[in-house]
């Protein structure tokens, strides 16, 4: 368990395969996402026992975001994790709507970031956002993240082509932030 | 096979690969590329021979690059061909030294951008460059390629992280480049 200071992070369990079956059929949910299609529970449940089945590790950095109190509301992952040029691709999803614009993905992702440099010891930690969910870049942004690329018309849905952005952080950067949170205490 | 000016594209084949073999053991092609690590060429043979036997399709084209006269030079490829946004992205590698910075990659380039546009009907056509090299960037742009930003750090290569550029072009700069060429004539 990574310990944050609204939420934890800990490995999936077989056990959350209700909670994400309900969230990656949820439209609000799915909007940002690269999830078209509907996915069963048979194909969920699927997905849930190959990932519960091996282990964490550098190659497979995957989280349930769970509050103080225990209540399993979102997954965050690294993909693609390449230790030659020591970066990581960050993915977050908090899934229980009730858990929105409160703090929770902002801590969680504060959470990840630390254990991504202080522990897997990357040097950049990059996602991609749609250019539309402003929610999404305003936490990115709180948490540091740079705006670094605009992919023009990259991704298709509701009807018309939208822009998606890659932003990064670096760990001089993130470094830099935890310095200043200590002057400020 | 798909005809351009100074070049013709045509579907990889088996006797192609001991300029493939070749072009995989050169440092310096490797490192623009992006491969780290040098491949027997009992591996080089056993992908050649895993992707000559399927046939050509939207998922995963590539191509040899074969001067009009017939000398094989290099090749293209499309990765991460999505329907649903009907974008691909490009690598390209003009592996016989005599053949670079004259031309034949832009027209290999060019060739490939008609067909893209052209018959496989995309809207989208981007890559990767790194920010090093000099060469490809002036190529792409002259091809009508925008840059779209860096991501910062995002390849480590000799010593230091160098960024990677993100470049693009869309399928109405591609109508308009088409179009400004017919008036030129």
Same mark, same amino acid.
């Given at each position: 368990?990574?310990?944050?200071?609204?939420?934890?992070?800990?490995?999936?369990?077989?056990?959350?395969?209700?909670?994400?079956?309900?969230?990656?059929?949820?439209?609000?949910?799915?909007?940002?996402?690269?999830?078209?299609?509907?996915?069963?529970?048979?194909? #969920?449940?699927?997905?849930?026992?190959?990932?519960?089945?091996?282990?964490?590790?550098?190659?497979?950095?995957?989280?349930?975001?769970?509050?103080?109190?225990?209540?399993?509301?979102?997954?965050?992952?690294?993909?693609?994790?390449?230790?030659?040029?020591?970066?990581?691709?960050?993915?977050?999803?908090?899934?229980?709507?009730?858990?929105?614009?409160?703090?929770?993905?902002?801590?969680?992702?504060?959470?990840?970031?630390?254990?991504?440099?202080? #522990?897997?010891?990357?040097?950049?930690?990059?996602?991609?956002?749609?250019?539309?969910?402003?929610?999404?870049?305003?936490?990115?942004?709180?948490?540091?993240?740079?705006?670094?690329?605009?992919?023009?018309?990259?991704?298709?849905?509701?009807?018309?082509?939208?822009?998606?952005?890659?932003?990064?952080?670096?760990?001089?950067?993130?470094?830099?932030?935890?310095?200043?949170?200590?002057?400020?205490? | =096979?798909?005809?351009?000016?100074?070049?013709?594209?045509?579907?990889?084949?088996?006797?192609?690969?001991?300029?493939?073999?070749?072009?995989?053991?050169?440092?310096?092609?490797?490192?623009? =590329?992006?491969?780290?690590?040098?491949?027997?060429? %009992?591996?080089?043979? %056993?992908? =050649?021979?895993?992707?000559?036997?399927?046939?050509?399709?939207?998922?995963?084209?590539?191509?040899?690059?074969?001067?009009?006269?017939?000398?094989?030079?290099?090749?293209?490829?499309? =990765?991460?061909?999505?329907?649903?946004?009907?974008? %691909?992205?490009?690598?390209?590698?003009?592996?016989?030294?005599?053949? *670079?910075?004259?031309?034949?990659?832009?027209?290999?380039?060019?060739?490939?951008?008609?067909?893209?546009?052209?018959?496989?009907?995309?809207?989208?056509?981007?890559?990767?460059?790194?920010?090093?090299?000099?060469?490809?960037? %002036?190529?792409?742009?002259?091809?009508?390629?925008?840059?779209?930003?860096?991501?910062?750090?995002? *390849?480590?290569?000799?010593?230091?992280?160098?960024?990677?550029?993100?470049?693009?072009?869309?399928?109405?700069?591609?109508?308009? *480049? *088409?179009?400004?060429?017919?008036?030129?004539?």
């Amino acid at each position: 368990m990574i310990e944050g200071t609204l939420v934890n992070l800990r490995a999936v369990e077989m056990s959350d395969l209700e909670r994400y079956a309900v969230w990656f059929n949820d439209p609000e949910v799915t909007r940002f996402l690269n999830k078209r299609y509907p996915f069963s529970l048979a194909a #969920e449940e699927a997905w849930l026992r190959e990932n519960t089945g091996k282990p964490l590790s550098y190659d497979h950095v995957t989280f349930a975001i769970d509050t103080k109190d225990g209540v399993h509301i979102g997954s965050i992952a690294f993909h693609k994790a390449v230790p030659e040029d020591r970066r990581a691709e960050l993915g977050i999803t908090i899934g229980d709507k009730a858990y929105w614009s409160r703090g929770y993905g902002t801590d969680a992702m504060r959470t990840l970031l630390r254990f991504g440099f202080d #522990e897997m010891n990357l040097y950049r930690i990059e996602l991609t956002v749609d250019a539309r969910n402003e929610r999404a870049q305003a936490c990115y942004r709180k948490c540091g993240f740079v705006e670094e690329v605009r992919l023009r018309q990259h991704r298709y849905a509701e009807g018309a082509y939208h822009d998606t952005l890659w932003m990064g952080i670096l760990r001089d950067e993130w470094a830099a932030l935890q310095e200043a949170d200590e002057v400020r205490r | =096979m798909i005809k351009g000016t100074l070049v013709n594209l045509r579907a990889r084949e088996l006797t192609d690969i001991e300029q493939s073999a070749r072009w995989a053991g050169d440092e310096e092609l490797q490192r623009l =590329m992006g491969d780290r690590y040098p491949q027997s060429r %009992a591996a080089t043979e %056993a992908s =050649m021979r895993s992707y000559v036997s399927r046939p050509l399709s939207f998922d995963d084209p590539r191509f040899g690059i074969e001067t009009r006269d017939g000398v094989h030079i290099g090749g293209l490829r499309l =990765m991460d061909v999505s329907a649903e946004d009907r974008r %691909a992205r490009l690598a390209i590698i003009i592996g016989e030294a005599p053949y *670079q910075s004259r031309g034949y990659g832009s027209d290999a380039l060019r060739t490939l951008m008609s067909f893209v546009f052209g018959d496989m009907n995309l809207n989208r056509l981007d890559l990767d460059v790194f920010g090093f090299n000099a060469r490809a960037l %002036a190529a792409y742009r002259k091809c009508g390629f925008v840059e779209e930003g860096r991501r910062r750090g995002a *390849q480590y290569t000799r010593g230091a992280h160098h960024d990677v550029i993100i470049m693009s072009i869309l399928r109405d700069e591609w109508a308009a *480049q *088409q179009a400004a060429g017919e008036v030129t004539r």
